[in-house]
C-alpha cells in the first residue's frame, strides 16, 4: 500500500473546500443560535407552575435527545411537505439541527439555574420582585457562567454535526469533499483537507469559550 499524495491536486481543490467552509459556518452559526433561544425556552418553560406543561416539554426534550439527528433532518425535509411545511435544504438543515441542540442546551441552562442558591429565590419573593425581573436581574446572569462551558462545547459539536446536512443536498464541507472524490476518484487530498479545516476551526473556537468563561467570571466577580 502507498501513499499517494498529490500537492497539484491538492492546491487545484483547495478553493471548493474553502468555500464550502462559509456554509458550514453559516449552518452551524444559525442553528446555533436557534438553539440558544429555544433551549432557554424549554429551560424555563420546565419551571412552569402547570404540572401538564412540564410533563410535556420534559417528555419532547427527551424524545428530540433520544433520536438521532439525521432523523430529523429526514423529517423536517421530506415529511414536513405532507403537513403543508415545505423547506429549502439550508432552512430545514438549520432548523433540524437548532431543535436537536435547544434539548441538550435547555438541560445546560436548567443545570445553571439549579446551581443558583436557594436563598436567591427566597429574597427576590421576600422583595415581591415579578418572575421576568427575578429571572432576568438575578437567576439567569448568576447561572451564566456555570453554564458557559457546556455551551460552549455544544457549538462545537454543532460544528462537526453540520456534515449531516449533505444528506438533503447541502453544500457544506463533506458534501464538497464527497463531490470532488466522485469526480477524481481521489479521497485521501479532499477529506483530508476537511480533516484539517474543521481542526482549524474547533480548536481555536474551544479556547475562545475558555477565554469567554474566565471573562464572564471576572466580570461577575466570581
Keep these: 500500500m502507498t501513499f499517494d499524495w498529490n500537492w497539484d491536486f491538492t492546491w487545484e481543490i483547495l478553493p471548493r473546500p474553502l468555500a464550502a467552509t462559509a456554509n458550514t459556518l453559516l449552518a452551524a452559526g444559525i442553528g446555533y443560535a436557534i438553539a440558544l433561544v429555544l433551549g432557554l425556552i424549554l429551560a424555563l418553560a420546565q419551571r412552569t407552575p ?39 435544504p439550508w432552512v430545514s438543515g438549520m432548523i433540524a439541527i437548532g431543535l436537536h441542540y435547544s434539548a441538550y442546551l435547555s438541560e445546560v441552562y436548567r443545570a445553571g439555574i439549579d446551581a443558583v442558591p436557594r436563598g436567591q429565590w427566597e429574597a427576590c419573593r421576600a422583595i415581591n420582585m415579578s418572575t421576568r425581573d427575578t429571572y432576568l436581574r438575578i437567576i439567569i446572569p448568576q447561572a451564566l457562567p456555570p453554564s458557559v462551558a457546556g455551551m460552549g462545547n455544544y457549538l462545537v459539536g454543532i460544528f462537526k454535526d453540520t456534515p449531516m446536512l449533505s444528506v438533503i443536498g447541502v453544500t457544506e464541507l463533506m458534501h464538497a469533499a464527497n463531490a470532488i472524490g466522485s469526480e477524481s476518484y481521489r479521497f485521501l487530498e479532499p477529506y483530508t483537507l476537511v480533516g484539517v479545516i474543521f481542526l482549524a476551526i474547533s480548536l481555536p473556537t474551544a479556547g475562545a469559550v475558555r477565554l469567554f468563561e474566565g471573562w464572564v467570571r471576572r466580570r461577575l466577580g466570581l
Aim: net charge positive.
Design 50 to 88: 402547570s404540572k401538564a406543561v412540564t410533563l410535556v416539554v420534559r417528555e419532547s426534550i427527551e424524545f428530540i435527545r433520544s433520536t438521532p439527528l439525521v432523523l430529523q433532518i429526514f423529517f423536517v425535509f421530506y415529511v414536513g411537505p405532507q403537513f403543508g411545511i415545505r423547506l429549502s
